[in-house]
């Protein structure tokens, strides 16, 4: 599952669509950690889309990740700042690819 404690154990790796990446990062095999208040940890996502279709506020966006081991797609936490701490996609997530802090 992703690591809830990120944000010390990572470093913070620059910025993609809008969104903050935690990594080490090297793609295409090594994506890390994307979104800070609802991170997506891209190296685990399989791509199901589950968080995309339940958000009822629509927090997540399809990116391509071609050449990605686990899926070449990934749901991006675009629109996190909209988010309102349901945590319905850290329970429908399969892989438990996604942490949400509502600090
Ligand atoms: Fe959307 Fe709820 Fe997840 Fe926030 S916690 S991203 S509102 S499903
Ligand atoms: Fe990925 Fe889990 Fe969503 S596998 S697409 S983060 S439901």
Known sequence: PIDPQFEENKEHAGEENGVDVWGPTDPPEELGIHGTHVAVDYDICIGDGACLEDCPVDV???????????SEIKAEPTHEAQCIDCMLCVDVCPVDAIDVDPG
């Open 60 to 70: 997540f966006t399809w990116v391509d990740t071609p050449g990605h081991p686990e």
